[in-house]
């Protein structure tokens, strides 16, 4: 099968020799000093947990609107929980009506007595969750073992972008105590006879954060643009993950690594899903450019400053919080 994107075997990269590790590790540069993204296979992340998360998404999505709205993102103090069709805006010039498109924001679970919440810290609290009747019992467990899976993973990852950049395997550690990262599942309905012609399902942009996980389902949709301009599509890769950069490893790299702009488009003639997982940092870390990547900013930026403004800028609803 044709893609653009590179494939990764990542099969080895914990267990592995130096020389298996640091092969890998230069792929990944090389990939993401291309325009950011990757095909990853031997991932580790069990398909029973993917197919699971999956078919519980699409359960809750399926709930009466009433339902869903009962944790609406705007009902949350920390970003979290449902949002509708048109509520996130990618494009504000392009598409300011909003994204064709509906989700779920599932974040690190914190209680009221954690550091941070007492604090008030913006982003950092509770999930709001569905209620777990009929066919959305065990939601939350499904969820959170994915959750798991997905911050295990960019971990790893996380080690790899440091051997890639020649700096020691647990470099990012120090500011991945506790990662500010979220679960997304995502569904794109089909486009109806009233719709524009020309709208997506999420319109052109880069991720904010870190290093995004995307897992396609059911069809695909997600299209990268090329340095010319034009869009490629992303085929349906079984048994692999997609995986690119953001804005922040951007800024980290010196822009030596691409976070590149996307969409998605749903071609389809049926509904399509995914689940997209955002991992970032502590909300501390210091976004100047990593030693051999450039200058330091003065004064530094923190991913917590980062992310506030990249999300008020996606969510109407935030400039009241």
């Not at 699409?58 to 944790?71: G, H, R, T």
């Not at 919440?117 to 939350?140: C, D, S, Y």
């Not at 899976?149 to 991945?176: G, I, K, V």
């Not at 990268?224 to 692999?240: K, N, R, S, Y």
Request: charge should be negative.
């Amino acid at each position: 099968m044709q893609t653009p994107l590179p494939l990764i075997d990542f099969a080895g990269f914990q267990t592995g020799t130096k020389d298996v590790r640091a092969r890998i590790a230069q792929a990944i540069g090389a990939a993401c000093r291309k325009d950011g993204f990757f095909a990853l296979a031997n991932h580790g992340i069990a398909p029973a947990h993917i197919n699971a998360a999956f078919d519980m998404a699409q359960n809750f999505f399926d709930l009466p609107e009433s339902d869903k709205a009962a944790i609406a993102i705007d009902r949350s103090a920390c970003h979290r929980g449902w949002f509708g069709r048109g509520v996130e805006v990618l494009d504000k010039i392009g598409q300011p009506q909003g994204d064709v498109k509906e989700g779920l924001k599932i974040g690190r679970d914190l209680p009221p007595d954690h550091a941070r919440v007492k604090a008030g810290m913006p982003l950092h609290g509770p999930n709001q969750w569905p209620a777990e009747t009929g066919n959305i019992v065990g939601f939350r467990a499904i969820m959170q073992t994915l959750y798991a899976d997905c911050e295990a993973l960019s971990r790893q990852l996380m080690q790899a972008f440091a051997l890639s950049l020649a700096l020691e395997t647990t470099y990012f550690d120090r500011w991945l105590k506790e990662p500010m990262a979220t679960l997304g599942p995502l569904r794109y309905p089909l486009f109806d006879a009233a719709d524009d012609a020309a709208l997506l399902s999420a319109g052109p942009h880069t991720d904010f954060g870190c290093l995004t996980l995307l897992f396609q389902h059911d069809a695909p949709g997600l299209e990268i643009q090329t340095a010319q301009g034009a869009w490629q599509e992303v085929p349906l890769l079984p048994d692999h993950l997609v995986v690119n950069i953001g804005d922040m490893m951007q800024h980290w790299t010196g822009g030596r690594y691409a976070s590149t702009v996307h969409r998605v488009v749903n071609r389809t003639d049926h509904t399509r899903h995914a689940i997209a997982y955002f991992f970032d940092p502590d909300p501390d870390a210091d976004l100047s450019a990593l030693p051999g990547c450039g200058t330091r900013q003065s004064p530094p930026l923190t991913a917590l400053a980062h992310l506030l403004a990249k999300i008020g800028d996606s969510f109407d609803y935030m400039e009241d919080k």
